[in-house]
């Protein structure tokens, strides 16, 4: 079955650091790959996606690049700021659900603490 | 933001109660989604549904039923509620291939 697996954290970093988040990915065929993030007491939300092979996600200074051959999808910024700190969730998608829908499978999470 | 919202929020309630949490959207999406989510294990999808009255199980249903009579809200519950239960609730809607939307989850603590 889908499986994804992403270092274990937290991660501490200094304000301006450069941040990578590893992430790979065990799946059939061909699935699309997400990059979520959840704040504290909050819901996921959203932070990048790519739905190729090749294709490079990217928001607010974050960028992922899906890659075949290696099954990654490593989460990286340049310069991470305080209000970045959050929990970071990488999730594949594939494998239809009955009636459609979009069965996502998640990583256990990555805490990252950033400090000035 | 998506307009879902879950309720309660939080809640506690003790061994052997049923407990029901509610998930409502405002966006009309077809597609909606009960997942817990447990320090080590990130996400788990519990139940989801594909439609008014059209609801199906995920990997960790035991447990749990689900029901979902409107387009815009998808009710949980537990049936029985056991210790292992307690967690933290989200919901999620979609539309085909799109990504999902997150509620702002339900802490539920079982003593």
């Known amino acids: 079955g889908n499986s994804v697996t992403q270092m274990e954290g937290p991660v501490t970093l200094s304000e301006e650091a450069f941040l990578t988040i590893n992430c790979t990915y065990t799946?059939?065929?061909?699935?699309?790959l997400f990059w979520y993030v959840q704040y504290p007491g909050e819901g996921l939300q959203l932070l990048l996606k790519?739905?190729?092979?090749?294709d490079k996600g990217s928001n607010k200074g974050f960028e992922a690049t899906y890659r075949k051959e290696t099954t990654s999808f490593h989460l990286e910024k340049g310069s991470v700021q305080v209000s970045d700190s959050a929990v970071y969730f990488c999730a594949l998608s594939g494998g239809g659900l009955t009636g459609g829908g979009n069965k996502l499978t998640f990583g256990t999470g990555t805490q990252l603490k950033v400090e000035l | 933001d998506a307009g879902i919202t879950q309720s309660p929020r939080h809640k506690v309630t003790e061994t052997g109660t049923p407990v029901t949490l509610r998930c409502h959207q405002t966006e009309n999406h077809r597609y909606m989604y009960w997942y817990r989510q447990d320090p080590g294990h990130g996400l788990r999808l519990i139940h989801y549904?594909?439609?008014?009255?059209?609801?199906d199980k995920g990997e960790v249903s035991d447990g749990y039923s689900v029901s979902r009579s409107k387009t815009e809200d998808f009710l949980l519950t537990l049936e029985s509620a056991t210790s292992s239960q307690t967690s933290v609730y989200f919901c999620a809607i979609s539309d085909l291939y799109n990504e999902q939307f997150f509620g702002p989850g339900t802490r539920l603590t079982v003593l």
């Open positions: 549904s594909y439609g008014v009255k059209d609801t």
């Open positions: 790519a739905t190729k092979a090749d």
């Open positions: 799946a059939t065929g061909y699935p699309s």
